[in-house]
Structure formats: structure tokens, C-alpha cells
């Protein structure tokens, strides 16, 4: 009885350092998605002819809303990484949330930036996953 109580405890013990390492790898991931998305949103600010623009489209805006978009994006993704990181409840939910619009603004700006967006969107899908897959088991 002693060792099927023992196995369940390092069975437990596992699951929940890899759930912990895939969440502080997460908020790692949205830190970093958030620096270059800060980046992004300067370089966005600082020089219109930075991105090249092609044809029009649905989700058309200014390339400088475009800049002020990612710089607060950028902004709060790293607050919310860095909520993730040091074990704060309201950086996973809030992390998913982030990911989910950094997403979505990644997927409307791809005219501009195309190979760039679809790279900073997988980051935030797996960050949306890694987020959702702790806040599932508790």
C-alpha cells in the first residue's frame, strides 16, 4: 500500500513541474512576443516606409495606428508575461486573453509583414494553449 501511495505522489509531483514549466515557459514565450512586437510597433512609428504596403484590403489601416496598436500590445503583453512568470491569477487568464487579440492583430496586419505575423501568431497560439492547458487543470 505504501508504494502505490508513493508512486501516486511522484506521479502528481511530475504532472504538475511539467505544467509549471510549460506555464513558465509561456509567460517566457509572451515576454518575448512582446518585445518584438514593441519593436515591431516603433519601427511601425519611426518610419512609414519600413513595411511595404500591397493592395488594398479589409483590415486597412495607417501604418502609425498600426504602430500605436503593437506598441500597446507590446506594453501590456509584457506586463502580463511577467504576471505569468512570478505565478500571478489574474496573468493566465489575462495571458490567454493578450494572446488571443496578439493573435488576431497579427493576422490582420500580415499584408504588411506577412512571414513575420504568421511566426508571432504561432508563438501566440502556443502561448494560448500552454495558458489554457494549466488553467484546465487546476
Known amino acids: 500500500m505504501g508504494s502505490t501511495s508513493s508512486h501516486r505522489v511522484d506521479e502528481v509531483s511530475t504532472r504538475h513541474l511539467v505544467t509549471r514549466s510549460t506555464t513558465a515557459f509561456a509567460g517566457v514565450m509572451l515576454m518575448t512576443v512582446a518585445v518584438f512586437t514593441i519593436i515591431e510597433g516603433i519601427a511601425a512609428l519611426a518610419k512609414d516606409s519600413v513595411y511595404v504596403t500591397g493592395a488594398n484590403y479589409t483590415f486597412e489601416l495607417d501604418l502609425t495606428t498600426w504602430g500605436w496598436v503593437h506598441l500597446v500590445m507590446g506594453i ?18 489575462g495571458g490567454i ?6 493573435a488576431i492583430t497579427n493576422f490582420a ?9 504568421l511566426a508571432v501568431l504561432g508563438f501566440n497560439v502556443f502561448v494560448i494553449w500552454a495558458l489554457a492547458t494549466e488553467v484546465t487543470r487546476g
Open 76 to 93: 501590456v503583453g509584457l506586463a502580463t508575461g511577467l504576471g505569468i512568470v512570478t505565478g500571478q491569477a489574474w496573468g493566465m487568464l
Open 97 to 102: 486573453v493578450i494572446a488571443s487579440i496578439g
Open 109 to 117: 496586419f500580415m499584408p504588411y509583414f506577412p512571414f513575420w505575423s
